[in-house]
């Protein structure tokens, strides 16, 4: 199965014609949910501020056979995303925006209901439908460490290598390194087109044509970056604390939180005559929901107060467990682990090529492997019978950001995975 995210970004490039400019980027891939598909992409780094990147696509498929309750139907992929972020607030030195939103139609999409450790990868439920969502973000840099000098996170690159950062990475936590905390506002909605599994059940809105899962609230967040470039680090340590919340505002179906913590470590390592960057990277990532309740059901076979399946401790997917499904796996705790050895190959046949619309600042061969599990408790049995899988991946630096293709295997198969940026980095 092939599946893709339509994220990308472009960054400034100080030694080309392709500075501060638009970029155009079509692009084609395929899917169990949307089928073959194709877009095009706009991106522009630096826009109204150095630090701001604005990217934007849209992206249709051709038609696909389905069945939409009990009846053959015909079904096509479509949508848009856009994004901007890290734009400095008018009369601030710290206080930083950004905003997502995604709207899209797919035609087979997949919810294991059903998520748990020991569940089934034929467990799926599989319709027609939307899933849209918008975030905000607002993060304030702290003036401590390197957020007193340099709260935009700018930095010199060259080549696609930061440079002048020769002694950062890996000191003491909060006096030497970037912090920041802030607030992110998260909405979000599916619904599906079939709907008999749904008619007697909380999922079934009174006056609308289709079941829904609103979900809406609240993210608060500590990022602490020491690395010598968050980007693509080649030494030093991230780590994150963030509490999700939604309220049962609005809409929401239902209310939930989650809390999760994620630390990641970095270790520069000798290279050999054909690489110009070795490194051993390192990932931890574990989450619990508080309000989750396993003994009460909202709706047969749905706990109460439960995130949804895009949502919580859940494995599975372009960013945790790369060789099982999206969101594959979802349960009330939650604990992962990665291993990256990832390595800048001195070979680059896409260097100084003018009619590329991008610059390729060089290419880099990934092999990693994954553990994680889902539980309906967090206890040692987090991390006895874990899942696991390997893969390897091939990633460039495309305009002063990765693209990654990953191929990663496991028991329940093999799957690839078209996105932007490293897995686990911020």
């Known amino acids: 199965m092939l599946s893709s995210t339509l994220l990308s970004a472009v960054e400034n490039d100080s030694n080309t014609t392709k500075c501060k400019t638009w970029i155009f980027l079509p692009y084609a891939f395929s899917s169990d949910a949307t089928g073959f598909a194709g877009g095009i992409s706009t991106m522009r780094r630096s826009l109204f501020q150095p630090q701001t990147r604005f990217t934007a696509t849209l992206f249709t498929g051709l038609p696909q056979d389905v069945t939409i309750n009990e009846q053959p139907d015909e079904a096509t992929f479509s949508g848009g995303f856009i994004s901007f972020s890290d734009y400095k607030l008018p009369y601030t030195d710290r206080l930083f925006f950004s905003f997502m939103a995604f709207k899209s139609y797919f035609p087979k999409n997949r919810y294991y209901i059903d998520g748990s450790h020991t569940s089934h990868k034929d467990d799926v439920y ?63 909605t599916d619904n ?54 939604d309220f049962g505002w609005g809409d929401s179906l239902q209310s939930w939180d989650f809390l999760e913590f994620k630390y990641n470590h970095y270790f520069e390592l000798d290279t050999f005559s054909f690489t110009k960057q070795n490194v051993l990277a390192l990932s931890l990532w574990t989450g619990y929901s508080f309000s989750w309740d396993n003994d009460t059901e909202i709706s ?113 198969g093999t799957y690839l995975w078209l996105m932007a940026q490293h897995p686990f980095d911020f």
Request: overall charge negative; charged content about 25%.
């Open 300 to 412: 047969p076979g749905f706990d109460a107060h439960r995130p949804p399946m895009w949502e919580g401790a859940r494995l599975g997917g372009f960013n945790r467990m790369r060789g099982y499904d999206q969101d594959r796996f979802s349960d009330k705790a939650a604990f992962y682990a990665a291993a990256e050895y990832r390595a800048i190959i001195d070979y680059n046949p896409l260097k100084d090529i003018s009619w590329i619309p991008a610059k390729v600042d060089w290419f880099q061969v990934v092999l990693f492997a994954e553990a994680g599990r889902v539980h309906d408790q967090y206890t040692i049995d987090l991390v006895n019978d874990m899942k696991y899988d390997a893969g390897i991946s091939l990633r460039a630096m495309v305009s002063e950001l990765p693209i990654r293709f990953d191929v990663a295997t496991s028991e329940e």
């Open 192 to 245: 599906t087109e079939n709907t008999e599994m749904w008619e007697d059940s909380i999922w079934w809105e009174n006056g609308t044509s289709r079941p829904t899962w609103n979900t809406n609230g609240l993210r608060f967040f500590l990022t602490h970056d020491n690395t010598d470039f968050d980007i693509n680090p080649s030494r030093g340590y991230q780590f994150q604390l963030q509490y999700s919340k």
């Open 126 to 188: 599989i319709s027609s439908g939307d899933s849209d969502f918008f975030t905000t973000t607002f993060r304030y840099t702290l003036p401590i460490g390197e957020g007193v000098d340099n709260p935009e996170g700018l930095y010199r690159l060259e080549g696609g290598f930061c440079v002048g950062r020769e002694d950062c990475g890996g000191s003491v936590p909060f006096i030497t390194g970037r912090t920041s905390v802030g607030i992110k506002t998260f909405f979000q």
